[in-house]
């Protein structure tokens, strides 16, 4: 159940860039998660916007008073504290409108594609570019955050989609980046 929230504000920062801060503060949440093992906590950006396309300043946690408390007892926020403002933990309002807050993945660069095409099939430069078309590229409207692979330490975007959920699902779970696996969270 996901009826408690905490609030984590990027604060302006003239030696670090916001995209910069936010992605560090993606990735120690998510080696926190994992740490915790926890998929009872999900997250939301309550400035989400498409046009123009951002995330906002604010990082908010959700979860319940026990599962949120067993995160802020781990030290995941050392190197952050300086950066960031943090609410107390609080209850959501009670009947707040739910959304559902996920990874959206794109086959966006069509280079990419084709130079694995290639090592896949043993194809030529110009058989790849016969069989995937420039037409295949997509532009990507949504935010997302930059971060680092753990395992293989290849930079990726994480691209996100906050949506309105068309029901509460209280009962599901969340991955080790606080997102949705069924779940939703209180969106206000």
């Not at 906002?56 to 979860?63: A, F, I, K, N, V």
């Not at 110009?126 to 293989?152: G, H, K, M, N």
């Amino acid at each position: 159940m996901t009826t408690h929230y905490i609030d984590i504000t990027l604060l302006v920062d003239p030696e670090f860039s916001h995209a910069h801060l936010l992605g560090a503060l993606m990735a120690k949440l998510h080696r926190a998660l994992v740490e915790l093992g926890s998929s009872s906590i999900g997250i939301s950006f309550p400035q989400y916007r498409l046009r123009p396309r951002s995330l906002g300043s604010t990082l908010r946690l959700h979860g319940t008073p026990d599962a949120l408390q067993d995160l802020m007892a781990l030290t995941w926020l050392q190197g952050m504290r300086d950066h960031v403002r943090l609410t107390d933990l609080a209850a959501a309002p009670p009947g707040a409108p739910h959304c559902v807050v996920r990874r959206r993945q794109f086959k966006t660069s069509v280079e990419r594609l084709r130079r694995r095409r290639m090592r896949r099939k043993g194809e030529t430069t110009e058989q790849a570019a016969v069989a995937i078309p420039d037409s295949v590229e997509r532009q990507v409207d949504l935010p997302f955050v930059r971060l680092s692979s753990v395992s293989t330490g290849q930079p990726f975007c994480l691209f996100l989609a906050q949506e309105p959920a068309h029901e509460v699902r209280e009962g599901m779970s969340f991955n080790a980046y606080g997102l949705s696996q069924g779940g939703t969270v209180p969106w206000f």
